[in-house]
């Protein structure tokens, strides 16, 4: 039953790969969106490891890069949420690009 399940599952992953080979690519400048996000969202995140260190919620751009889920495509989908404990901020594509990119680009390798 799960063999079943696994199969179909693995030829679309394939095939959502092969389709939108952009997604892996960088998608916009991290130094505009390092920008953005210092004025959109720096007065609640500490947006560098430089910032002085405030409380941890809500976690650090730092943190958020560093987590296993932050992908491009998560955090496109997270950008374009409502959510709770966050204000509903409205970036164009351009900008949300340049954040994601920013963001990423904090990820320790």
Do not use: Y
Not at 2 to 14: D, F
Not at 15 to 39: D, E, K, N, W, Y
Not at 51 to 64: C, G, H, Q, T
């Amino acid at each position: 039953m799960r063999r079943i399940i696994m199969r179909p599952c693995a030829i679309i992953a394939v095939t959502l790969a092969v389709q939108f080979p952009a997604l892996a690519q960088p998608l916009g400048s991290p130094s505009s969106g390092r920008q953005v996000a210092t004025t959109i969202c720096g007065s609640c995140h500490n947006i560098s490891a430089t910032m002085l260190s405030r409380k941890e919620v809500p976690p650090s751009f730092d943190d958020i890069a560093n987590l296993p889920s932050t992908t491009a495509l998560s955090l496109k989908v997270f950008l374009r949420s409502n959510h709770r404990q966050m204000p509903n901020l409205i970036f164009s594509d351009a900008e949300a690009d340049d954040v994601i990119t920013f963001i990423l680009s904090l990820k320790q390798k």
